[in-house]
Structure formats: structure tokens, C-alpha cells
């Protein structure tokens, strides 16, 4: 984990700060978008190993079309997203199977978020993908 | 609707060869769409397959009758006008027709004109019925639109409290660091505060909506409570480096209101001027009577609104992002309860803004004038 580097968007400020101060405890290294547009554009220039993204911000679907222009460039295809959004509350965390077109792989988790069971799941992605 | 609509399509059901031509032909001649069919069951079909807005049916046939074709179109989609045709010996029939859903009859034999005229007079109804339909979806979406929408405001700011104190409860003791705990707390209590302002504008607002925010009608002087909303803002002003001014006339202004509602509204106008407002700014507030109005004019000396958002400034939610603009907490509620206010009153309300000069809210309302004295009718002789 140590040294891995993250990408919160979100356009609260408090949430992307707590989010933020709990990973880096943990080694992570964090860049803070506070919208859709900013996200794209730092996940381009510091290319993280892993995303979470908000869905409603300015707009209801922002985070959504922050994520498919992610996916349209190559570099950015195969970095995994975490959605964090209080759009699926009532759901438990889910992954997107593979089948699942520009999500596919993508994890989603409800708003608030278990900080400990996020680490977590950040942690297995990264020892997957390792 | 600027946009050309398809013509209409009639469907004609009647054994009657004739019949069938006829109508065809003065249907055809109004610029409608016609389909003819010589029985029910076909009928049936053509009313599935051509999704017409109207359906001409003789009630008299053999196999399917007129009535249960009624009952089956209207099982198909209940917005098609029927109209049945009739003979003068089978009146009682017609009107059994209506009961069971028919929108009108026309009883053999008709002129042209009357067929006209009754198609004509369906589909308009059909029209109306459509439209009143269409307003009812849209009113139901923008409500459902509304709950997602303060849930997701209402959730906001409890999300990030909830992760603040997780963090807080998680994070390493020995390692914390006191003046960022102090921080955080600090962050929260804001937050709930937020909350509990949002609660308070949605409360407000769904009494404005429901009609019971005005609880009394008495002569109220706006001068003393303008001052005293001036008062009590002072600590917030000064702490935004704002000074508050007000320019009074010798005369009291009074209006016919709620004392809630008047608070409600000037709160709302004087808040937003400190909030959007410079250090070293200014809030001026300036009152006068004229033409039988009270006008009152609370003016800041902001940024200013731009000019494409001013239409939308009195809508519900309604916030200005990015941009420049300061970000300032808020519900997005507060004027629209405003307007709402003014409007209950008879009064108005509206914003001139010049950019990098500030903007001037002006609310109007009738001034109340005290029943003249001396004036008893009968009393000379």
C-alpha cells in the first residue's frame, strides 16, 4: 500500500478531508478533485493507481460522466473506480462484473462510507492487480 | 407548440357501406386520417393497430355490439374519445352508450355539419385531456425530482460529519494531532448547523406552499423590524468586514402582513447581502412610500448576478456555483421563500445587479393605509 497513490472526487470538502487524512495515515498517498472536470483533468496528469469518485455533484450524473471520460483515455482504461455516492444507500457494496461495459470492475459503495472496509477493499485490489 | 402535429386519426366502425364512405370522405376533407372497418372485431383491430384519438362506432351490428366495443377501445387506451351513431329508435341505447363511457352520439341521419361539429368538439376534448394528463406527469416528476433532491441536501452535510467522526474514532490516538481534532469538531458542529438551517427553510417553505405560514393580518411598521434583523446581524457583519447602513424616511411604512413572514423575507434579503458581499463592503438597506407602495431596497455591494442566472434566482434550489463565486453556505431555498412571501402579499419582488458593483433587491408592498377618520356617512344634515 505504502507510497500508492489516490484520487478522491468529491465536492464535498469535509468528506474528501476525512477521507483523505484517513487513507494517508495509512501510507496512500491522496490527490482531491472537488468536481467532475477537476478529476479528469488531475487523473490525467498523476495517473493514480485507484479512484473514488462521487457521483452527484454539480450535476445528478457528474461522476458518472467523469468516469466514462476517464475510460475514453488509454491510460486511464484500466484504473479501478470506486464509486463512494449516497445514490445507493439502500444497496450493499457491490463490484460491476466484467460484462459491465465502461463500469466493469468498478466497486460501489454507499455514503458514509466504512473507512475500515474501504481500506480494505483498496488493499485487495491492489494485491489483484499485483 | 410551434412544432406541426400529426393529423388526427379517425377510426369509423359501422356495417353500413354507405355510411363508411361517407363519413370517410367529410373526415378526410377536415384533414383527419380515416380508417374504416366494416365490423367490430375488425374495428378492434384497426383501434390497436392505428392508436387513434377518436372512434366513430354504430351501435347497432351484427357480432360485436357498438357497446362492447366501447368498453374494449377504452380497455385499449382510455383517452379515445368514443362517439357512437345511432338511430332515432334506439335513443335509450345512446344513452346507455354515454353511461358506459361514450363521449357523445349523433343520431341518423345526420348533415355533414353535425358530424363535423361533434368530431371537431372530441377532439379537442381529447386535446385537453392530454395536456391536463401531461401537466400531472410533469407536476408528479418534478415532486419525485424534489424528494431526491433534499434527500441527497439532507444527507450531505450527515455524511460528512458521520466520516469526520469515524476518522476521529479510527485514527491512532498517540499519533493524533489536538489542533486538527479541534478542526474537525469545529467542521461538525458547521455541518449540523447546515442541517438544521436546511430543515428550517424546507419547513418554512412547505408552510408557505400550504398556505399557513401567514397566521395574521395586522398593521405592522417595516421600519422597527428591518432596524431590529439590522441589530442582530451586526456581530456577523462585522465579522465578514461589512458595515450595515439604513436609510429611513420620516414617515412609518407600514403594510397589512404577518409579523413572521415580514422577519422571514427581510431575513433572508439582509443575510444574503452580508453573505455575498466584500470585506470592506456594504449593506444598505432604504425604504420609502410611493404610489400606495411600501419599497424596500436591500442593496449590496458583491460581486453581482450574473445576468443569465438572474431568471432563475427565485427558483427553488437554485445556487450559483463556480465561477468566481464565493462559496457561502446555504440552502438554495431562501428566495425563493421570499418570493413566495411577496407574492402572498400582493407585492413584488425584484434584483438589478451591475457586475463587480453589487446587486439591490427591491421588494414592494401595499402600503396600508389607515381607514380614513371623520368620515361617517348620514352623520350631517
Same mark, same amino acid.
Given at each position: 500500500m505504502e507510497g500508492k497513490r489516490i484520487l478522491i472526487v468529491d465536492d464535498d470538502t469535509d468528506f474528501v478531508e476525512a477521507v483523505a487524512c484517513f487513507l494517508e495515515a495509512d501510507g496512500l498517498t $491522496?490527490?482531491?478533485?472537488?468536481?467532475?472536470?477537476?478529476?479528469?483533468? =488531475?487523473?490525467?496528469? *498523476?495517473? @493514480?493507481?485507484?479512484?473514488?469518485?462521487?457521483?452527484?455533484?454539480?450535476?445528478?450524473?457528474?461522476?458518472f460522466f467523469a468516469i466514462q471520460e476517464m475510460r475514453r483515455d488509454a491510460g486511464l482504461k484500466? $484504473?479501478?473506480?470506486?464509486?463512494?455516492?449516497?445514490?445507493?444507500?439502500? =444497496?450493499?457494496?457491490? *463490484?460491476? @462484473?466484467?460484462?459491465?461495459?465502461?463500469?466493469?470492475?468498478?466497486?460501489?459503495?454507499?455514503?458514509?462510507?466504512?473507512?475500515?472496509?474501504?481500506?480494505?477493499?483498496?488493499?485487495?485490489?491492489?494485491?489483484?492487480?499485483? | 407548440m410551434s412544432e406541426v402535429a400529426a393529423p388526427d386519426t379517425i377510426v369509423v366502425i359501422d356495417d353500413d357501406y354507405a355510411m363508411r364512405l361517407s363519413c370517410?370522405?367529410?373526415?378526410?376533407?377536415?384533414?383527419?386520417?380515416?380508417?374504416a372497418f366494416e365490423n367490430g372485431a375488425r374495428g378492434l383491430e384497426g383501434v390497436a393497430e392505428h392508436k387513434p384519438g377518436l372512434v366513430v362506432v354504430d351501435l347497432k351490428m351484427p357480432g360485436i355490439s357498438g357497446l362492447e366495443v366501447i368498453s374494449r377501445?377504452?380497455?385499449?387506451?382510455?383517452?379515445?374519445?368514443?362517439?357512437?351513431?345511432?338511430?332515432?329508435?334506439?335513443?335509450?341505447?345512446?344513452?346507455?352508450?354515454?353511461?358506459?363511457?361514450?363521449?357523445?352520439?349523433?343520431p341518423k341521419p345526420f348533415s355533414p355539419d353535425e358530424l363535423r361539429m361533434i368530431i371537431n368538439r372530441g377532439l379537442d376534448r381529447r386535446r385537453l385531456a392530454l395536456e391536463s394528463q401531461r401537466g400531472e406527469v410533469e407536476r408528479a416528476l418534478l415532486k419525485r425530482r424534489f424528494v431526491t433532491f433534499v434527500s441527497h441536501q439532507l444527507r450531505?452535510?450527515?455524511?460528512?460529519?458521520?466520516?469526520?467522526?469515524?476518522v476521529l474514532k479510527h485514527l491512532d490516538q498517540t499519533k493524533d494531532d489536538p489542533a486538527r481534532r479541534q478542526e474537525w469538531l469545529d467542521r461538525c458542529l458547521k455541518r449540523t448547523e447546515e442541517l438544521q438551517n436546511l430543515i428550517t427553510d424546507w419547513l418554512t417553505l412547505a408552510r408557505v406552499e400550504g398556505g399557513t405560514l401567514v397566521k395574521e393580518r395586522v398593521e405592522i411598521d417595516l421600519k422597527p423590524i428591518v432596524s431590529s434583523i439590522l441589530a442582530s446581524y451586526e456581530e456577523m457583519a462585522a465579522a465578514e468586514q461589512?458595515?450595515?447602513?439604513?436609510?429611513?424616511?420620516?414617515?412609518?411604512l407600514c403594510v397589512w402582513s404577518d409579523r413572521n413572514c415580514m422577519n422571514v423575507l427581510f431575513d433572508n434579503l439582509i443575510t444574503n447581502a452580508i453573505k455575498y458581499n466584500r470585506p470592506g463592503g456594504k449593506v444598505t438597506v432604504t425604504g420609502c412610500l410611493s404610489g400606495g407602495e411600501v419599497a424596500i431596497a436591500v442593496a449590496d455591494t458583491g460581486v453581482g448576478i450574473p445576468e443569465k442566472y438572474r431568471p432563475f434566482l427565485f427558483d427553488e434550489f437554485f445556487r450559483i456555483?463556480?465561477?468566481?463565486?464565493?462559496?457561502?453556505?446555504?440552502?438554495?431555498?431562501?428566495?425563493?421563500?421570499?418570493?413566495r412571501i411577496v407574492s402572498e402579499m400582493g407585492g413584488s419582488i425584484e434584483v438589478e445587479s451591475q457586475a463587480g458593483i453589487g446587486s439591490t433587491f427591491r421588494v414592494r408592498l401595499p402600503a396600508w393605509c389607515a381607514p380614513a377618520e371623520d368620515t361617517e356617512i348620514g352623520g350631517w344634515e
Open positions: $491522496v490527490f482531491k478533485a472537488y468536481n467532475g472536470e477537476e478529476g479528469v483533468k =488531475l487523473a490525467k496528469l *498523476e495517473r @493514480p493507481d485507484l479512484i473514488l469518485m462521487d457521483i452527484m455533484m454539480n450535476e445528478r450524473t457528474e461522476g484500466a $484504473v479501478p473506480i470506486f464509486v463512494i455516492s449516497s445514490l445507493c444507500t439502500h =444497496l450493499p457494496d457491490f *463490484e460491476i @462484473p466484467q460484462s459491465g461495459g465502461w463500469l466493469a470492475h468498478d466497486m460501489f459503495f454507499s455514503k458514509p462510507v466504512d473507512l475500515v472496509q474501504l481500506l480494505e477493499k483498496i488493499r485487495q485490489r491492489f494485491e489483484k492487480a499485483a | 370517410s370522405k367529410i373526415l378526410s376533407k377536415m384533414g383527419l386520417r380515416v380508417e377501445v377504452h380497455e385499449i387506451d382510455p383517452q379515445i374519445i368514443m362517439v357512437v351513431i345511432t338511430g332515432y329508435a334506439t335513443i335509450d341505447t345512446a344513452v346507455e352508450a354515454m353511461k358506459s363511457g361514450a363521449y357523445d352520439f349523433l450531505t452535510p450527515l455524511v460528512a460529519i458521520h466520516q469526520y467522526l469515524d461589512v458595515s450595515l447602513d439604513v436609510v429611513w424616511p420620516e414617515e412609518a456555483k463556480g465561477e468566481g463565486v464565493k462559496r457561502t453556505e446555504g440552502t438554495g431555498l431562501g428566495l425563493h421563500i421570499s418570493k
